[in-house]
């Protein structure tokens, strides 16, 4: 009976710490990532970034899939030590999130997670020949083969996989994907407005 107490005690101190993240600056890049972290608890399960791919309006397939596919590729690499990650749940870890960093990316956030505005203004200056403030898909797919490292290929299937996400969700009726959309996403604040604005069209429609 006494051991009982002890580990829920372990177990609540354990979750604490792990939710701590919240109680200091976040990095963008895990402001990028806490959205999928629906109960806020510092860990993001494959179920949650399920959950959160449903929210911003993605079909099941396609929330099946990113869930896990970004939990079994990112996951892993954010395990604190000493931390026995639970099975099958593909847990990522927000305070580690920059440890999950794929190669072949743009370069927009640092090796600690944080924001790198020349990085940025970069991909419009090298691939957005239709207009500036824009990417078409055939600019995204340039974009993609110049951020290739040689013999990179889960570097190269993260890339293509977060583009044509984001690419089909969020292209206007012309196919330009924006740029203060893609700016949006690198600080989060894009999944919670697609979050809103799916709410609200679903309400309007229960009038």
């Avoid at 005690?9 to 895990?30: C, H, I, R």
């Avoid at 608890?41 to 494959?46: L, N, Q, R, S, T």
């Avoid at 970034?49 to 899939?65: D, H, K, N």
């Avoid at 570097?155 to 203060?180: A, R």
Wanted: glycine share 10%; charged share 30%; aromatic share 12%.
């Amino acid at each position: 009976m006494a051991c009982e107490p002890a580990d829920a005690g372990s177990s609540s101190v354990k979750g604490s710490s792990l939710a701590d993240v919240y109680k200091g600056e976040l990095t963008p890049l895990q402001r990028h990532v806490a959205f999928f972290d629906r109960d806020k608890d510092g860990v993001i399960y494959a179920s949650e970034t399920y959950e959160g791919f449903r929210a911003i309006g993605a079909g099941v397939p396609l929330s099946a899939f990113s869930a896990l596919f970004i939990n079994g590729l990112l996951g892993p690499k954010t395990i604190p030590e000493n931390e026995k990650a639970p099975a099958f749940k593909l847990p990522i870890y927000v305070k580690n999130i920059q440890k999950g960093k794929h190669g072949s990316d743009s370069g927009v956030y640092d090796a600690n997670g944080w924001f790198v505005p020349e990085k940025f203004e970069a991909i419009f200056k090298k691939h957005a020949h239709t207009r500036p403030d824009a990417l078409t898909g055939k600019e995204l797919q340039e974009l993609l083969k110049a951020n290739r490292e040689p013999k990179d290929f889960k570097g190269w299937l993260g890339g293509f996989t977060e583009w044509k996400v984001l690419y089909s969700l969020c292209k206007d009726e012309k196919g330009f994907l924006h740029k203060d959309t893609v700016r949006a996403v690198y600080d989060g604040s894009l999944f919670e407005r697609l979050e809103k604005d799916r709410k609200s069209k679903e309400s309007t429609n229960k009038k």
